[in-house]
């Protein structure tokens, strides 16, 4: 279960990174009244989505980078608690 362990820590730590956003935008759907925007300019619904998912993705790869510097952290501390 160590994978689901480690799942669980990205997990926290994402929502830790999220809650910490104080301007952090959810996806324009076409459902969300934007329809008429998206229609007139498509071009421009897709960009502004590509940079929210790029933004998540950047809070999830500095999750995986914090989780995996504490277990390198621990690791090498584990051997020094023995002696």
């Known amino acids: 279960m160590p994978h689901a362990d480690r799942r669980q ?8 990174l999220i809650k910490q956003q104080n301007d952090l935008d959810l996806l324009d759907g076409d459902h969300t009244g934007s ?21 998540y993705q950047a809070l999830v790869r500095s999750a995986v980078t914090l989780d995996a510097l504490v277990e390198q952290e621990v690791r090498e ?3 020094n608690s023995k002696l």
């Open 9 to 16: 820590r990205i997990h926290e730590l994402v929502l830790a």
């Open 35 to 55: 329809l008429a925007a998206a229609q007139s300019n498509p071009a421009g619904w897709l960009e502004r989505n590509r940079r929210v998912v790029q933004r």
């Open 77 to 79: 501390q584990a051997p």
